[in-house]
């Protein structure tokens, strides 16, 4: 854990999560064949995207309480290490990429439960709280879009 980060801090670590994601997806469509694979990276390219964005804009024009507020400590980026373990070959299934997103979004999910047992108050605990939500939703989403793909 890093010491004395403030609100905007974590909010911009995820930000740029989202958008090293929506990149990875990118790289992995240019190398992956499938056609069901490739729509799937790309839906999930444009889901951190449009999520980055969010998060950018936020930092913008979010509570000046929940940006500007101190954590003794912040959560280390998991996400690295799970990056690095994926060998991004042509042949990859849209089980294997549904696995590797499901991974990633565990990743950020932890990263803001932990953000929300630092909390200091419910306000930022709940910011934080709905963003772990975000993040379950997106992986509910991507299993039916991936199931949904498994039968085109």
């Given at each position: 854990m890093t010491a004395f980060l403030q609100g905007h801090d974590l909010l911009e670590r995820a930000q740029?999560?989202?958008?090293?994601?929506?990149?990875?997806?990118?790289?992995?469509?240019?190398?992956?064949?499938?056609?069901?694979?490739?729509?799937?990276?790309?839906?999930?390219?444009?889901?951190?995207?449009?999520?980055?964005?969010?998060?950018?804009?936020?930092?913008?024009t979010g509570s000046p309480r929940i940006l500007r507020t101190w954590f003794q400590f912040a959560p280390e980026d998991?996400?690295?290490?799970v990056l690095a373990a994926v060998t991004i070959v042509p042949e990859l299934t849209l089980d294997e990429l549904v696995q590797i997103a499901v991974s990633l979004d565990d990743c950020l999910a932890d990263y803001y439960d932990?953000?929300?047992?630092?909390?200091?108050?419910?306000?930022?605990?709940e910011a934080f709280r709905e963003l772990r939500a975000e993040e379950r939703q997106e992986k509910a989403e991507l299993l039916k879009n991936a199931d949904d793909l498994k039968h085109i």
């Open positions: 740029e999560t989202h958008r090293r994601l929506s990149e990875f997806y990118d790289r992995t469509s240019d190398v992956v064949t499938g056609a069901r694979e490739k729509m799937l990276l790309e839906y999930l390219s444009r889901h951190e995207a449009r999520f980055a964005k969010s998060l950018k804009e936020y930092c913008r998991a996400l690295q290490g932990q953000v929300v047992e630092s909390a200091m108050s419910e306000e930022i605990a």
